[in-house]
C-alpha cells in the first residue's frame, strides 16, 4: 500500500487550495457561501483567502482546506505514450531499416481550435527546447495543416494522401468540445474504412495517454511531450506494423 495525502505544510495534512466562481454578487455572505459549499464537499478547516468581484453578479474565490482522503498510487495504471525515446538519427534509421521509405505524417488543431503552439512545436523543423522536428527527419514526410480544420477536411485529406499518422491537437475544452472533436474524428476514420491503416494520436496540454486510449486513439501526448517522444512512437508503430 502506497497511500498518500494532498501535502501543504506537513506530509499528510491533506491541504489544498481551490478556486471557482460562483454567480453571485461578491459580499461578506458570499464568502461564507464559499466556505459552506467547500464544505459540503467534505473538506474540513474551509477558510475562504480570497473573495472578490469579477464581474456583475459574478465572484471569484481562493479556499484553503484539507481532506482526509487518502489515494493508493500502488494501485493506479496509467501508462505514457512517451518511453525510451530515440534520437532523430536513431528514428531515421529505424524507418530506413524496417520501413524502407517516408512515413507520411499529417497534424492539425481540429474543428474551431486555432492554437498551434503545441502541434507545432511537435512538427516544425525547429522543434522545442533543441529537440527537433519531426521535418527535420529524414525518414518523415510531414504536412502540416494548421488550425481550424474540420475533421471532414483532415479525413479526406489523409485518405488522398495515404498517411501513415494523423496528429490531431486540441487546445480548447470548454463543455467538452476536445472530447467532441476528438470522438468525431475517430468515428469518421472507422465510417471511411480507413482507421485501421493508420496511427490515430491525440495532444494538447489536457490529453493523457489514458483519456486517448479510451476515445478509440492509439497514443496521447500532453503536457512536457517532445518532439522525440512523438517520432520514436510513430517511427516504432509503422515498423511494428510493417514487418506485421
Known amino acids: 500500500m502506497s497511500l498518500v495525502r494532498p501535502y501543504g505544510d506537513t506530509r499528510d495534512d491533506g491541504a489544498v487550495q481551490l478556486s471557482f466562481t460562483l454567480p453571485i454578487a461578491w459580499s461578506e455572505a458570499a464568502d461564507e457561501a464559499a466556505r459552506q459549499l467547500v464544505a459540503k464537499m467534505g473538506f474540513a478547516e474551509v477558510s475562504v483567502v480570497e473573495g472578490r468581484a469579477i464581474a456583475a453578479g459574478f465572484s471569484f474565490f481562493v479556499v484553503y482546506a484539507r481532506t482526509p482522503v487518502a489515494i493508493d498510487v500502488s494501485t493506479i495504471r496509467a501508462p505514457s505514450a512517451a518511453r525510451d525515446a ?98 468525431a474524428l475517430a468515428e469518421l476514420l472507422e465510417a471511411e474504412h480507413v482507421r485501421e491503416r493508420l496511427l490515430l494520436i491525440a495532444g494538447g496540454p489536457r490529453v493523457t495517454n489514458l483519456l486517448a486510449a479510451e476515445l478509440g486513439y492509439d497514443a496521447g501526448f500532453g503536457r512536457g511531450t517532445m518532439p522525440c517522444d512523438v517520432a520514436t512512437f510513430i517511427a516504432r508503430g509503422i515498423s511494428d506494423r510493417q514487418l506485421g
Open 86 to 183: 530515440l534520437s532523430m538519427e536513431q528514428v531515421d534509421q529505424l524507418i530506413a531499416q524496417r520501413v524502407g521509405r517516408k512515413v507520411k505524417v499529417v497534424g492539425a488543431c481540429i474543428g474551431t481550435d486555432a492554437h498551434t503552439v503545441g502541434i507545432d512545436a511537435i512538427l516544425n523543423m525547429k522543434g522545442y527546447k533543441g529537440d527537433y522536428g519531426l521535418e527535420r527527419y529524414r525518414g518523415f514526410e510531414v504536412f502540416n495543416l494548421g488550425s481550424q480544420i474540420s475533421v471532414e477536411d483532415l479525413v479526406r485529406f489523409a485518405r488522398e494522401r495515404e498517411v501513415d499518422a494523423i496528429l490531431a491537437s486540441q487546445v480548447v475544452t470548454q463543455k467538452g468540445s476536445d472530447i467532441a472533436n476528438f470522438t
